[in-house]
């Protein structure tokens, strides 16, 4: 009998491990993704073999009971109940709160709040789970599994899950994506074509639009910090209007569709350095995860900018929130960097001898004309400043343009320059031509041609070349930015003469006033000798 007691102890005991087994392990958890977690038990309670119900409902270990209840019912987000109160509000037990969240399904909008609010009320105990890790089992309840990764470039932290045992393997997955940047620039060609590169002539106003997007679960976050890091080449001024501490106050533009969301932001500049930021995002209205944040601004490219390659570069990152699971800022990460270039160019002529072309030859003076011959180049210390109405300026009494539009060769290398051209068709005019040599008699035809490519991540300039006359296009070069041409002058005629007395006069006169002389002479000493 005693052996009979003895046995039935122990497959009472038996029994006993296998049902604290089958409650101890309700679930297997497969971490498909490289972010580590923690599943924190907001439930506890029963379930029947193979049953998702959770019976007995009571708080597990893994939240702060009281505060979570409380915030609950303090939350907006649950209002729409009887009368539009709280869902929640007659709730005081596990229980309770467990029977009205049953009503609501999988991923409404109820059951992502609920996750929300609770990720912020989470105690001390949870079960780890590692990066990739797919043997990591939890008891039976109704969990939270919040990401706990270290989160850096390029990156976020999943969105909290909510997850019952007894539905099978527990699978995490990425449920996210994060935000973009593109900064464009608009060349100014017949399309207005928007791309990574475009070429300016210096002083002209380059538009650059900055284009943000939102992640797939922008309505996980309660609140979304947002901000544009944007850095202007130091050969660019921003075309705006700030205050002594750098706030702009007009300029930039922020828009998201065709709606001005600038109030919302708050918009710095210092030191080349243009800050765009909201710190929550979630406060303006009509915004989804679709929603597309555009800022917009024109910048002045300088007299010092950099022709030819490598460029004037302008680059931005965004900052944005990486976190779901926290209220208030959180903390944030950053888009990788996306930049693009303003290039611009070099005309260099060198002026020589018709006959022969390694004789140079200075003081020929020259005006840039645009390619409708209406309008001159103003330019300064061989530098593009504006063009000019042609029947504006006031021209010498020869022909010849005031010093501030002249380009003039040098007199030791026939060279003049002038830099910060955009590709395009020009006329250069001879106004003055050089001593003995004759003025051109049509202004010649310059095309400056550029490729560029304007693809993302891969701004560059491809190809320089210059034609002149409609001649065969030669290549310039890409690191300087310049293109060469040579211009040639004949001299003048050398005319004929018809013949004349010459030299020969002065020696027939001289020679008549030296027989002279000597008569005289002579006519003198005889008339003394007769005294």
Known sequence: MKHVKKLASILLALVMVFSMTITAFAATIDNQTNHAYKAYQIFKGTQDAGSAALGSVDWGDGIKASAFLAALKGDARFEGGENNANIFEGCSSAADVADVLGNYEDKSEVAKAFANVAAQHRSDIAVEIAASANEIQLSSGYYLLVDISEVGEGDAR???????????????????????????????????????????????????????????????????????????????????????????????????????ITSSFTITYSDNKLTVACNNLKAITGLTASSKIVVEYTAELLASAVIGKPGNENKVYLEYSNDPNHTGDGTTSNTPWDEVLVFTYELDVTKVDGQDSTKKLGNAEFVLMNSDKNKVAKVANGKFVEWMNDSGINKNADGTYPAEYTLKSDAATGLFVLAGLDAGTYYLKETKAPSGYNLLAAPIKIVISATLDKSENNPALETLTISVDNGTPVDGDLDSGAVSTSVKNNSGSTLPETGGMGTTLFYVIGGILVVGAAILLVAKKRMNAEK
């Open 158 to 260: 999943n969105t909290a899950l909510l997850q019952v045992t007894n539905k099978g393997n527990i699978t995490i997955e990425k449920k996210y994506d994060v935000p973009t940047v593109d900064k464009s620039v608009t060349d100014n060609d017949v399309n207005n074509t928007k791309g990574e590169a475009a070429d300016y002539f210096i002083g002209d106003d380059v538009p650059f639009t900055l284009t943000g997007t939102l992640p797939s679960n922008y309505a996980d976050y309660e609140t979304y910090k947002y901000v544009f890091h944007d850095t202007l080449s130091k050969n660019l001024k921003l075309n705006a209007t700030y205050d002594g501490t750098g706030a702009v106050t007009n300029g930039v533009t922020v828009k998201a569709g065709s709606n001005d």
